[in-house]
């Protein structure tokens, strides 16, 4: 950053005439340098040409909430539920907006040019046309369209601005997006709250368009955990040996519809099989294992929880950084495909990163780069290309020790995309042992290819030295008996790639074919933001690396599904954001988008109204009496709830059978947690033996 100067002592129409639009200081100040002679000042910098680069702090506008529109709205009622407000209206942030929207208004009066350098997505668009529209720009209006933020990327890019046709798209779809968002969390969180306090319960519940069929996601899952039944099945594993001595193990295992069900049937396979004489048919062949698909925004999510832990939050911000630093691109890409016209520009990037030592194992990558057509390809590129290191030198120091951790792994996986196939030597032996067939597949990696990049363990295997024809017999045989696992609960990564791949969470096939063709739930840059939401409104409670589902958010999914299913079906929510995305390409338009949101909202609040059986949709917070389970002394349950609240550990309860079972153990419903939990001085077994803790 450099130091703050004052503005020349010149009218403002003197030192504006081009207004650049910036989302954030630290971008404007790659931009202000990248145009030349930069003067910093409070929320602007004047460069050179007479060009301004303001900041807008992220969205300055949010909306309006209904007693803005009317104080009388303040007060939940039936008669006035849903509220859909014409015009909506928006209102300044808060008091850093306000200042920041007069900074703005002084030089959009003077201003003859705007270029708009926001995110290069659907909010960055959004941000910037609040600017335009408030203060009626009627000037020229360009776009610095960015997924990199390096100097010379950001000065090529200013020669080569758009036309705001090409992108106004994007801005579209942000408002249908946040009008429609609107509408169903004031209309039927209003609507469940006017339900719930019908019943006596006055908690109150926040229904999303995007939170809430990703909650569903979650309870399904555990729901799918605690009513799974494990299937018990046996398979033969022996050790054959040859006449020349050599001894190798061998396996009978069917798959799932073949699998051996009855021991009576495993014992008498063994007692034909064990002794059996019979020759060996070998095949051998080659494998070749291509490298994993470039970053888009979802699988750095997934990849990052897998390796290092992180939630999807932490590995947006820490990318979010990187970019801003001008080492990686654009983070929030929907896609893992780079340009044709970036294909010349690997084996510098590689040079610039063998420089660093912690990276110096990617200098050999640079002497048998491969040209992929499945990683470069402009056809699948839509908006903004795979996350990948920039041409700039990087910078360990400055990006700190969780950056550059995140930075190898996307160099490593840029590196690898450009190298061969890992290549290995298969072996597969089929051994009839008196009419059971027994197999045997081995490998044994012959060429590392890109596994020498991210460093993939070699599986240190050997190949049987048998020949094809060899006679061997069956010298040992056990009967292992084997069962079936649930399914794992969700870590944030993989409810993150659900929500992409929404079609393989639906059973029925028609809604299957339909999301499978769909973008899935949210996008890349907004499911950690669902997540967290989640997580901060108490529906969802981390146990370790799982994300699962409070009382709270597994009552409210229940009583949706009766009341409003639409809300926790991904259907809708997906065929939603498909047509945000035609509305992006100028396909759809608002209007309709919006309409046929209304009247849904109006439907189903109808319905609800209409509806009977709210199950204590809150859960167990509103229970008088029931604070302290069990029964326990005050003094013993105040101070179980004090550690609880400093460290306590939440557990997973659903329902009255669990809660009573939860109490039973002592533990204790901590209603600022939206949780049952336990104090770490008790002895987790029980309640992991329970099923209440992973």
């Known amino acids: 950053m450099f130091k703050r100067a004052s503005v020349p002592p010149l009218p403002d129409e003197e030192i504006c005439e081009t207004l650049v639009i910036t989302e954030k200081p630290d971008v404007g100040v790659h931009i202000a340098k990248a145009i030349g002679d930069p003067q910093p000042n409070d929320g602007f910098i004047v460069t050179a040409n007479r060009t301004v680069v303001v900041f807008m702090y992220g969205f300055l506008l949010e909306p309006k909430k209904p007693e803005e529109y009317d104080p009388s709205l303040k007060e939940f009622l039936w008669e006035t539920t849903p509220f859909i407000p014409k015009p909506f209206q928006m209102k300044p942030k808060d008091g850093l907006a306000a200042k920041q929207l007069r900074v703005l208004g002084r030089f959009f009066k003077v201003a003859k040019r705007v270029i708009i350098a926001t995110d290069a997505d659907r909010s960055g668009e959004a941000i910037a046309y609040e600017g335009i529209n408030l203060f009626r720009f009627a000037g020229l209006i360009e776009r610095l369209w960015l997924s990199d933020l390096s100097i010379p990327a950001i000065r090529l890019a200013l020669k080569n601005l758009r036309h705001p046709d090409e992108t106004i798209g994007l801005c579209f779809a942000e408002i249908a997006r946040i009008q429609a968002d609107w509408y169903v969390g004031m209309g039927m969180s209003r609507a469940a709250a006017l339900a719930l306090r019908e019943r006596g319960n006055s908690e109150p519940i926040s229904v999303g368009r995007v939170q809430t069929p990703a909650l569903a996601l979650v309870v399904m899952r555990e729901e799918q955990i605690r009513a799974f039944v494990p299937e018990h099945y046996f398979e033969l594993e022996g050790i054959a040996q040859t006449a020349g001595g050599q001894r190798f193990q061998v396996a009978l295992a069917p798959d799932a519809p073949a699998r051996i069900r009855e021991r009576h049937i495993a014992d008498r396979l063994a007692k034909v099989a064990l002794g059996a004489v019979g020759r060996l048919r070998v095949k051998d062949g080659e494998a070749f294992v291509p490298p994993p698909p470039l970053f888009s925004a979802s699988l ?161 295997g050997r190949l049987p030295d048998v020949r094809d024809g060899e006679v061997a017999r069956m010298i040992s045989l056990d009967v292992v008996e084997r069962h079936t696992s649930p399914p794992d609960h969700y870590t944030e990564g993989t409810l993150v790639a659900d929500m992409e791949n929404i079609g393989a969470t639906v059973q029925d096939p028609r809604h299957r074919r339909v999301l499978e063709q769909s973008s899935g739930i949210g996008t890349g840059g907004t499911r950690p933001i669902i997540i967290k939401s989640l997580k901060d409104r108490g529906f969802l409670l981390e146990q370790g690396i799982y994300v699962v589902p409070s009382e709270l958010g597994g009552n409210v999914v229940r009583t949706l599904r009766r009341l409003a299913p639409t809300y926790v079906d991904p259907v809708m929510t997906a065929l939603w954001e498909d047509k945000l995305e035609l509305i992006a390409q100028r396909k759809f338009s608002v209007t309709s988008f919006l309409s046929m949101v209304e009247n849904q909202i109006r439907r189903d609040v109808a319905q609800i109204r209409a509806g009977v059986g709210v199950d204590n949709m809150a859960g167990s917070s509103n229970r008088k009496g029931q604070s302290r389970p069990g029964q326990l002394p005050k003094d013993v349950y105040l101070q179980r709830k004090k550690e609880a609240l400093e460290s306590g550990i939440p557990l997973a309860v659903y329902g009255r059978e669990d809660r009573d079972r939860a109490a039973a153990l002592g533990a204790i419903w901590i209603g600022e947690k939206n949780a049952w939990m336990i104090t770490p001085t008790m002895d987790p077994k029980p309640f992991r033996d329970a099923g209440f803790l992973r």
Do not use: C
């Open 300 to 460: 750095l999510q997934l990849e990052a929880n897998r390796r290092f832990g992180w939630t999807t939050e932490k590995t947006m911000k820490v990318a979010q950084r990187i970019y801003e630093l001008g080492f990686i691109t654009y983070p929030r890409p929907n896609n893992s495909y780079l340009p044709a016209a970036q294909q010349d520009q690997i084996r510098e990037k590689i040079s610039n990163l063998a420089a660093i030592p912690d990276l110096a194992h990617l200098a050999a990558a640079g002497a048998q780069v491969t040209i992929r057509r499945d990683v470069y390809d402009d056809a699948g590129v839509k908006g903004h290309h795979a996350i990948v290191p920039t041409l700039s030198v990087p910078d360990p120091h400055q990006m700190g020790p969780d950056g550059f951790q995140l930075f190898t792994m996307i160099a490593e996986r840029t590196v690898a995309a450009h190298m061969p196939d890992a290549v290995f030597a298969t072996r597969s032996i089929l051994f009839d042992a008196g009419g059971v067939p027994f197999t045997l597949r081995a490998s044994i990696r012959d060429k590392a290819g890109w596994q020498a990049v991210e460093r993939t363990a070699d599986p240190n």
